[in-house]
């Protein structure tokens, strides 16, 4: 039997390591998620989402997917720093509104939905569809 599998391109593959105490805030009345590498500086620590240090493998880009936890949110818009940030320190802000500009430089905009799935040890992917195989069973 014939099946379709989707190739997708790991950008950043990662874990969340802490949920800072005003994260659920930020989410709910924002419609924001800072993250950072777990390294981040403590005072930063209350307000994001930390994980793992990983690389970022390849530049983020409007169309490829957000996945946090088990669900995936599309990139919208990202700006002009937020790969820059992404890779050095593990940061930028998400800001899930759907919106096709950013308000900042180290803004990612995602697909307005709501956001769940937060909890330590969580995946925390930015993944890109490399396309669909086909294969037999």
């Not at 391109?9 to 930020?26: C, N, Q, W």
């Not at 493998?57 to 720093?81: A, C, H, M």
């Amino acid at each position: 039997m014939e099946k379709e599998v989707s190739i997708l391109k790991y950008l950043m593959d990662s874990r969340v390591t802490k949920i800072g105490s005003m994260v659920s805030d930020f989410v709910e009345q924002e419609k924001t998620l800072i993250i950072f590498h777990e390294n981040a500086p403590e005072e930063l620590h209350d307000l994001a989402l930390l994980h793992r240090v990983t690389p970022l493998n390849d530049e983020i880009q409007v169309g490829d997917k957000f996945i946090l936890g088990e669900t995936e949110y599309e990139v919208t818009s990202v700006g002009g720093k937020a790969n820059e940030t992404l890779r050095d320190l593990g940061h930028c802000t998400l800001r899930f509104t759907g919106r096709t500009e950013t308000d900042l430089p180290g803004e990612v905009a995602l697909e307005e939905k709501s956001v769940r799935d937060i909890h330590v040890n969580a995946p925390l992917r930015f993944v890109r569809d490399q396309g669909v195989l086909s294969c037999w069973d």
